[in-house]
């Protein structure tokens, strides 16, 4: 098994997993349907949501895009800067990284609504920018900046 492919793997299973679960109880209205409290000594079967995923650290599926060009790991860049810590950074700044002299004096603060637009358009937000991938998917784009916000 080729092992680079591993964070692309794992965050699938996850997600696969998270599809199975016990049928809702026939006594349960939609008004009233409440998650089923699970007995003494056995385990949870709640359903990881996929904030509650990027809160664990796991990268959501959506993620593999962007790992194609960006590391998570603080101060390795590879075809695009690192991503670890990105959101309440100004655009252009991570070091070590060649930044487009467009980007760098963009003055953008990276947060929820400036990833939003970058990530639905980079090159029309920044003209000459380098990163041409956009994702087109608000509920794609929304679970990497959910993702993003978590790596502090």
């Given at each position: 098994?080729?092992?680079r ?33 699970p ?16 809160a664990?650290?796991t ?39 060649a ?17 939003d ?10 003209p ?13 784009r ?11």
């Open positions: 098994m080729n092992l492919l591993l964070p692309v793997i794992l965050p699938a299973v996850f997600l696969l997993q998270a599809c199975g679960g016990e049928p809702a109880s026939e006594s349960t209205s939609p008004d009233t349907a409440t998650e089923p409290t007995s003494a000594g056995s385990p949870s079967k709640a359903t990881p949501t996929p904030v509650a995923i990027a664990a650290g990268p959501p599926a959506e993620f593999a895009v962007c790992r194609a060009c960006h590391s998570v790991e603080p101060g390795k860049n590879g075809i695009g800067p690192s991503l670890h810590g990105i959101v309440g950074e100004k655009a252009g700044a991570v070091p070590g990284y930044f487009s002299a467009p980007l760098k004096a963009s003055g953008i603060v990276w947060n929820r609504a400036t990833l637009q970058w990530l639905t358009n980079p090159m029309k937000m920044v000459g920018t380098r990163m041409a991938l956009p994702v087109s998917d608000p509920a794609k929304k679970a990497i900046i959910d993702y993003l916000v978590t790596l502090k």
